[in-house]
Antibody, heavy 118, light 107 residues
Framework: EVQLVESGGGLIQPGGSLRLSCAASGFTVSTNYMNWLRQAPGKGLEWVSV???????YYADSVKGRFIISRDSSTNTLYLQMSSLRAEDTAVYYC????????????WGQGTLVTVSS | EIVLTQSPDFQSVTPKEKVTITCRAS??????LHWYQQKPDQSPKLLIKYASQSFSGVPSRFSGSGSGTDFTLTINSLEAGDAATYYCHQSSSLPWTFGQGTKVEIK
């Protein structure tokens, strides 16, 4: 059974840093296209970042230069290192796998809330 | 960036009624359009991939159609448990984007 479990969210001051984790089971993170998405309170969904199986990474303009996506094959875990956090980064952050055939996001975690506030 | 515009933003529907949600893309995306259901306080769930292919385990009352710039999600015979916000999403080109969502309420 495919499962994704995020952790690492919390309250952080503007300008601070935080690292989110996404522990995967039922499949191999390093051979899939893995993503981070977010949803601000009461708002819609926003794609944040992807890491391809080959290691290439892409970011939304809103986080480029501040967030870094990575993975650890030994623990089958996806990460999102967030720095220079702003109030507008406040959101529930989801990790999700991209289906290799259709490129839909076929499995999602339950999300972890990041609140950027002083 | 490809903009996806859903309509309507909100729909109040009685059980067993048919629901139709449309998603229009700002440029041709072929069939790279997917639909998700998000219930309150839950993560999104994939319903339809590649415009019209049902994802594993999704009830047959959910169906999708369209290609190019115009797409439709249809829910036949709505059930009380279908109350949710529905999103379309394009995977044609980066940055991958979502529609603004359509909230379906049960009368």
């Amino acid at each position: 059974e495919v499962q994704l479990v995020e952790s690492g969210g919390g309250l952080i001051q503007p300008g601070g840093s935080l690292r989110l984790s996404c522990a995967a089971s039922g499949f191999t993170v390093s051979t899939n296209y893995m993503n981070w998405l977010r949803q601000a309170p009461g708002k819609g969904l926003e794609w944040v970042s992807v890491i391809y199986s080959g290691g290439r990474t892409y970011y939304a303009d809103s986080v480029k230069g501040r967030f870094i996506i990575s993975r650890d094959s030994s623990t089958n875990t996806l990460y999102l290192q967030m720095s220079s956090l702003r109030a507008e980064d406040t959101a529930v952050y989801y990790c999700a796998r991209r289906d290799p055939d259709s490129w839909a996001f076929d499995y999602w975690g339950q999300g972890t809330l990041v609140t950027v506030s002083s | 960036e490809i903009v996806l515009t859903q309509s309507p933003d909100f729909q109040s529907v009685t059980p067993k009624e048919k629901v139709t949600i449309t998603c229009r893309a700002s440029q041709n995306i072929g069939r790279s359009l997917h639909w998700y259901q998000q219930k309150p306080d839950q993560s999104p769930k994939l319903l339809i991939k590649y415009a019209s292919q049902s994802f594993s385990g999704v009830p047959s009352r959910f169906s999708g159609s369209g290609s190019g710039t115009d797409f439709t999600l249809t829910i036949n015979s709505l059930e009380a448990g279908d109350a949710a916000t529905y999103y379309c999403h394009q995977s044609s080109s980066l940055p991958w984007t979502f529609g603004q969502g359509t909230k379906v309420e049960i009368k």
